[in-house]
């Protein structure tokens, strides 16, 4: 009887047999185990961070809401603040205009006082008496001197003191323009929803912005700029309190004064005349020229802005250009002559500017000086009305009668602040 061949390996006994199956057994629920301990966590994981991300957009949406009810409080202070200061800068305005004035109206009787005491210098001999009547026109020049030294004083003051008040006005509307970007921003963002169209990732978008503040900051600023504000208040407040005051005690003082009128010679009427004969030609001449180059930068902005289009499509068609897949993304002759394009059309738009550039300063040139040559015209023309009203007073003081007195015509003289014009009687 023959025997089987037995087949070649190693053969294991039915001890390992029983050991791997129990191995198997044991690994398989181990690793059901942990199979079912990693579900459970990702359902408890899933479930925690639904809750954390609804209560998250939740409390982001109750803080911008605080957050935009804060801002809107400061918005409202800052607004009322600065209607406050407009008041008060027009009444500081007002009380400036009417110290201007009254500063005005002292020139008169300086002028005659003065002129007065040179008349009477020209007496010869024994006529050259120095009688009351020359230590009262002593007393009254040094008064008005007095008088307008005070008042110029007070212009002065109000006038650095509406520079405060318009710069307190300044730093009140450009924070008020801020909360009020904000509110637009905070608002936009509080109507956001995870369904909004046009939400999406961003790079980088925890980073801390340059120039950032801490809300301690944030409120710091907008109290510093209303304290600021409400003390320039103050101070214009007891300025024009002061002014008031100094107008109607300097009044009081100036109202025995005679008033009459004393200018230059008569041949320096000839030559005013000429001056302001000179000086309009030149300001029609310049303003000729002005209207000239107001055309030319209505003609280069024109310019520049055409050039804005054909710039945008040669940036377009760049940038489509890059989507190009593969291989075909060719830096071919259109590439090139894209970029030359656009290099030309920069150059053009940089030579534009330029050009518009030295148009408007040589337009801002000639206004300036135009306005010089106004204010000095304004000068001149007063002065020749000034000069005919000296001839007057003089042809007034040299006679023997006062039957045949003429009145005097009313003369214009525009006050520092150049807001409305005065009208001096002479007297």
């Avoid at 009351?132 to 002593?138: A, G, I, M, R, S």
């Amino acid at each position: 009887m023959s025997t089987l061949p037995a087949k070649p390996g190693l053969r294991h006994t039915v001890s390992e047999w029983h050991s791997n199956n129990h191995q198997l057994s044991a690994i398989a629920q181990h690793e059901r185990h942990i199979s079912n301990a990693v579900r459970q966590e990702g359902r408890s994981l899933r479930n925690e961070s639904n809750c954390k991300t609804t209560w998250d957009e939740s409390n982001t949406s109750r803080r911008l809401s605080d957050r935009i009810w804060d801002v809107a409080r400061w918005k409202e202070a800052l607004e009322g603040c600065a209607q406050k200061v407009d008041e008060e800068m027009e009444a500081l305005t007002l009380a400036k205009e009417q110290t201007e004035q009254a500063l005005a109206a002292t020139v008169i009787p300086l002028e005659v006082s003065t002129e007065c005491l040179t008349l009477r210098e020209g007496r010869c001999g024994n006529e050259l008496v120095a009688d009351p009547v020359d230590e009262q026109l002593k007393k009254e020049v040094e008064l008005i001197e007095n008088v307008q030294q005070i008042l110029q004083q007070h212009i002065d003051k109000a006038f650095e003191q509406l520079c405060v008040l318009q710069e307190a006005r300044h730093q009140l509307t450009a924070d008020l323009q801020n909360k009020m970007d904000a509110l637009d921003v905070d608002m936009s963002c509080l109507s956001l929803t995870i369904k909004s169209p046009h939400i999406s990732l961003k790079t980088n978008p925890t980073r801390i912005p340059p120039g950032s503040s801490t809300p301690q900051e944030w409120v710091q600023f907008s109290q510093y700029n209303v304290a600021r504000a409400q003390e320039a208040m103050q101070v214009s407040q007891q300025m024009r309190e002061d002014m008031s005051l100094s107008r109607a005690q300097l009044q009081n003082d100036l109202e025995t004064q005679q008033r009459a009128t004393e200018f230059a010679l008569r041949k320096r009427h000839h030559h005013e005349e000429q001056a302001c004969d000179e000086l309009e030609w030149q300001i029609r001449n310049t303003e000729d020229e002005m209207a000239e180059m107001e055309a030319d930068i209505h003609g280069l902005d024109a310019d520049l802005q055409a050039k804005t289009a054909p710039l945008k499509l040669a940036h377009t068609r760049l940038e489509n250009r890059t989507n190009r897949p593969g291989m075909d993304l060719c830096r071919d002759e259109v590439q090139h002559g894209l970029v030359d394009e656009v290099h030309q059309l920069e150059d053009t738009v940089m030579a534009l500017k330029q050009k518009l550039s030295e148009a408007q300063h040589s337009l801002q040139k000639m206004k300036l000086h135009h306005g010089h040559m106004l204010k000095d015209l304004s000068r001149k023309q007063e002065a020749l009305s000034l000069e005919q009203r000296s001839m007057n007073t003089r042809t007034r003081l040299s006679s023997t009668s006062g039957a045949d007195k003429t009145p005097v015509p009313l003369v214009p003289l525009t006050n520092s602040s150049g807001r409305s014009n005065l009208q001096l009687l002479a007297q």
